[in-house]
């Protein structure tokens, strides 16, 4: 049905040939090369990451970059365990970052937690006249209570700001998986 439909020219069409760039024909010729270019190709230096890439670890035995995904290094170090290190190195960093900031904020907050009760008479004495006396007090003794939500108010917004740093630790170590310890990594800059 095909020879029908396609005239003969287009059966005669050879593939055009496709140049590659030199890193990716230097690996296939690695892989894929006859035997007698395999001599060769060893000779050449091994395909190896940008030192700045995301992608790359410093080989902390040898010293050379290699690729993040790389089990071994090719000086036969253990590249998954030197990762993993690294990975339990950032979590706990992330933990005691987050530990440091959560006494500093309680050491902030304890003195504040006691100047509230300044404000804890303006918030009671409405309620003690109403129970005291039995009527429901005039506007005054209901006005004695602004002062008391003006403290606590003041009080739940300093405590917020102190606390922002805080929470926002607290979802970093909550929300640290592998991948963001990944994007988080410093580049492999230097020797």
């Known amino acids: 049905m095909l020879d029908q439909e396609f005239s003969d020219d287009v059966m005669k069409l050879r593939p055009r040939k496709l140049r590659l760039g030199r890193d990716v024909e230097r690996l296939l010729?690695?892989?894929?090369?006859?035997?007698?270019?395999?001599?060769?190709s060893r000779d050449r230096q091994a395909l190896r990451p940008n030192a700045d890439s995301a992608n790359a670890?410093?080989?902390?035995?040898?010293?050379?970059?290699?690729?993040?995904?790389?089990?071994h290094c090719r000086c036969g170090n253990y590249l998954v365990g030197q990762i993993e290190d690294?990975?339990?190195?950032?979590?706990r960093g992330l933990a005691e970052a987050?530990?440091?900031l959560s006494t500093e904020a309680e050491r902030k907050l304890k003195p504040l937690r006691l100047a509230t009760l300044v404000g804890l008479?303006?918030?009671?004495?409405?309620?003690?006249?109403?129970?005291?006396?039995?009527?429901?007090?005039?506007?005054?003794?209901?006005?004695?209570?602004?002062?008391?939500?003006a403290v606590y108010g003041l009080f739940g917004l300093i405590q917020t700001k102190i606390n922002a740093k805080r929470n926002a630790s607290a979802q970093a170590l909550y929300a640290a998986t592998f991948e963001q310890f990944l994007i988080d990594r410093v580049p492999v800059t230097g020797g």
């Open 98 to 100: 987050h530990e440091r």
């Open 29 to 40: 010729e690695g892989v894929c090369g006859t035997e007698e270019d395999s001599g060769r």
């Open 121 to 149: 008479p303006f918030m009671v004495w409405p309620f003690l006249h109403v129970f005291l006396y039995g009527a429901t007090g005039s506007l005054t003794i209901w006005l004695w209570m602004l002062p008391g939500i």
């Open 57 to 71: 670890i410093r080989c902390a035995a040898c010293g050379q970059v290699e690729y993040i995904t790389r089990e």
């Open 86 to 91: 690294e990975y339990f190195a950032y979590e």
